[in-house]
């Protein structure tokens, strides 16, 4: 039995590079996995957005639903 030598099937996988997130509204970058960070999925593209911007667009949104539903 020979087997390739180095873990190239293993090593060079296509999934496994950790990304740093980039906020898609104001570009603020952050390295590591943020857990305040907002993630939307739109036609298969995932958004991040940071803290600030998730919370800006929250209210932002609120403030649209409550004009356009009345
Ligand atoms: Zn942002």
Known sequence: MT???GD???G???AREPEPLV???CGARA???QPT???SVE???RYYFCDRCS???LTAIEGRLDSAWW
């Open 3 to 5: 087997s390739p030598p």
């Open 8 to 10: 190239s099937d293993h």
């Open 12 to 14: 060079s996988g296509s």
């Open 23 to 25: 906020c898609a509204r």
């Open 31 to 33: 390295e590591a996995p």
């Open 37 to 39: 960070w907002a993630c």
């Open 43 to 45: 036609n298969g593209t």
């Open 55 to 57: 919370r800006e667009s």
